[in-house]
């Protein structure tokens, strides 16, 4: 599998990178088949890279990662952050244009730190257990009237809510 790690400037790409080497590397031990014995991580790779790599039988060996904009700017005490903020913002649009363009899909990693890295482990590494369900008193209930008495009681809630203001 090839991991691409793509970002705006200052998104953290390079720090997500080494650290799913890392992980990769300790992996590589415990589980050889985990992801693949030949995976490998890039940091910020080219347009003609990703091309080649997106034809019809790699594209399920190929995920990519598009770093979130919520890393706090550690140049903000320069005279312009606002415009290297803006800067950043253009950069990611123009990228997930180009993802969006190309139909390519990819996940968008937020987070700081150990959680970062364990927010793109959930798109790499595939989940074992299912998603939490919400598990509440009507979930099995299915009973028309019920509902009607849920709803209906809601809506006056609203209502009643919206003349106090």
Known sequence: MIIAVLGATGTGKTQLTLALRRW????????????GPNSEVWDSPTWSELEALNRPLNRRHMKLLLMGLDLPHSNANQPF???????????????????????WSYGVVY???????????????????????????????????????????????????????
């Open 24 to 35: 990769l590397a300790s992996q590589a031990f415990e589980n050889p088949l985990h992801m």
């Open 81 to 103: 952050p606002t415009r290297i903020q803006n800067e950043q913002a253009q950069q990611d649009s123009a990228l997930r244009s180009q993802l969006q363009s190309q139909a």
């Open 111 to 165: 987070g700081q730190g150990e959680i970062r890295l364990q927010h793109a482990l959930r798109f790499l590494v595939p989940q074992n257990a299912p998603a939490a369900r919400w598990r509440g008193l009507c979930e099995g209930c299915s009973d028309p009237d019920c509902e009607r008495r849920l709803f209906t009681a809601l809506k006056g809630w609203k209502a009643a809510e919206s003349q106090r203001r």
